[in-house]
């Protein structure tokens, strides 16, 4: 059985569909988060999956001690630094086509830009933020009309569908 990761800081919409994707399949979900009163925890708890609340600083300690075959970062608002980075295989899902919009708020970046497209993109983590190879892209149109909340629900629809199958591939 292949066992992953997923850290999270917030409200965990990304790993609850990790979670569905994999229910039937021989992958074992485990969190890690790092603030103590995220939404994420509740849904791992409502969800029967192992949870764990690392403060930062403790991280690396925890994964040295928590073998796992990949390690998943979804909304996790932290940057790893590289010891942790040498543990393992890091992904992250970013909501932009990097290497444009790099960072935070990034939807909004590219809603605001008058850029055309945009899209999701899933990456290596590497110690730069947002700055590892990309492993998949998936771009969607800004259309005029859209208003900033309904790309967001694009978004995170894309991200929803992409990012499980992804990890499926690389596991």
């Not at 965990?12 to 021989?26: L, M, P, R």
């Not at 994420?40 to 928590?66: D, M, Q």
């Amino acid at each position: 059985m292949k066992k992953i990761l997923v850290f999270a800081s917030g409200e965990g919409s990304n790993f609850e569909a990790i979670v569905h994707y994999f229910k039937d399949k021989n992958v074992q979900v485990e969190l890690l988060c790092d603030k103590k009163y995220a939404k994420v925890l509740k849904r791992a708890k409502n969800l029967g999956i192992s949870s764990h609340f690392v403060e930062f600083e403790n991280t690396y300690e925890f994964l040295k001690n928590n073998k796992f075959d990949l390690y998943v970062l979804a909304g996790y608002m932290r940057i790893l630094p590289q010891e942790v980075l040498n543990l393992g295989t890091f992904v992250n899902i970013h909501p932009s086509l990097l290497p444009k919009f790099k960072g935070k708020n990034a939807i909004k970046r590219a809603f605001l830009s008058g850029e055309k497209e945009t899209g999701v993109s899933i990456h290596y983590v590497i110690k730069e933020v947002d700055s590892g190879e990309i492993i998949a892209q998936q771009k969607c149109k800004i259309e005029t009309f859209m208003t900033l909340f309904e790309l967001e629900e694009k978004i995170h629809k894309m991200e929803h569908k992409l990012y499980p199958k992804v990890i499926e591939e690389l596991l």
